[in-house]
């Protein structure tokens, strides 16, 4: 057992010891080490240098540049299927040869928009940004559902699916319809990319208030919705049900989604043009900003609560920060 004179002499070498760093090497002292977070120092020279490069590793300070490159270097060889790319505050975009530019710069100007709404060069709300590169979000485009090329992609994919090291998200050209609303057609482009958003972005960011699971706040305004809680699709929905989802392939987490995304396309007013009322009544008959303020007063208070940056415009492509 150490005596109290061993001990005694143990601190006094130590202490000498630290004595003798700090007075050779000066640095070392956190009482008189200099640091640029501290705003003390915020005059110095190389503090703006400083701060630029710690803006540069925040990709939500990354003005997206809507310009068609080639698939990067070190991309997972599943990926060298696709000839186009993009990124947007670091989600990745790929599409094949066969997209055409133009839908392929819509569907990047769509992704921009919602994540940047009032367009000035950096996302709305870098915790969103975080959670989709936390699962490396990425959106994928082919011309068509169920080709060859998809599922060699998937099957190439396949492991880092397995490992939740990738969230994927599909959006096909012939769904994709610039300016659809105009000629009475409805732009996939606005469900499919916010899916990926809310599936991977504002669910991990804000799990107790976008959750896609029983008890958040957007699941029990689904609840409400849908005239009860239901882990599966029920045989058929009680009267007086607005949110009436019955495809039995989704399940209750992929029915949050669609609610989220039914719920705020139509505050946006993407739902609301000729005919589109009565496309959809079956799933979902709130399709105006004015019936969903009236008819599902909790997720209009959600979606229009500026804490979580829910956009607040409806994108079309045009992105212009």
């Not at 004179?5 to 130590?14: D, E, F, G, M, N």
């Not at 997206?64 to 080639?70: D, F, K």
């Not at 921009?112 to 915790?127: F, I, M, R, T, V």
Request: proline share 6%.
């Amino acid at each position: 057992m150490m005596t109290k004179r061993q001990l005694t002499i143990l601190l006094v070498l130590a202490s000498f010891f630290l004595f003798a760093c700090n007075f050779f090497f000066p640095e070392n002292d956190p009482s008189t080490s200099k640091t640029y977070e501290d705003n003390e120092y915020a005059e110095e020279e190389g503090y703006d240098e400083y701060l630029t490069e710690i803006a540069k590793e925040d990709p939500s300070n990354d003005t997206p540049v809507l310009s068609i490159e080639s698939i990067p270097e070190g991309a997972h060889p599943a990926f060298d299927v696709f000839e186009q790319y993009i990124n947007i505050f670091g989600v990745s975009i790929y599409a094949s040869a066969d997209i055409s530019a133009e839908k392929f710069l819509h569907a990047a100007g769509v992704m921009a928009q919602y994540l940047d709404n009032n367009e000035d060069g950096q996302a709305d709300d870098p915790a969103i940004i975080q959670a989709l590169n936390a699962k490396d979000a990425t959106l994928f485009m082919f011309s068509r559902p169920d080709s060859r090329d998809e599922q060699n992609f998937i099957d190439g994919i396949e492991k880092l699916l397995d490992n939740d090291e990738l969230s994927l998200q599909p959006l096909y050209g012939e769904e994709t319809v610039p300016n659809g609303a105009a000629r009475g057609e409805f732009d996939a482009s606005l469900e499919e990319i916010l899916h990926l958003i809310t599936n991977t972005g504002y669910a991990h960011a804000y799990p107790d208030i976008f959750g896609e699971e029983r008890g958040s706040a957007i699941a029990s305004a689904m609840d409400e919705a849908r005239g009860g809680y239901f882990k599966n699709v029920p045989n058929s929905y009680p009267e007086g049900a607005w949110y009436t989802y019955d495809d039995e392939t989704c399940d209750y987490a992929c029915m949050i989604s669609e609610y989220h995304y039914w719920a705020l396309t139509s505050l946006l007013g993407a739902q609301d043009f000729s005919g589109r009322g009565d496309e959809i009544d079956h799933e979902w008959k709130l399709n105006t900003p004015e019936k969903l303020r009236d008819g599902d007063p909790n997720t209009y208070a959600l979606l229009t609560d500026p804490h979580y940056h829910n956009p607040t415009v409806l994108p079309d492509g045009n992105y212009s920060p």
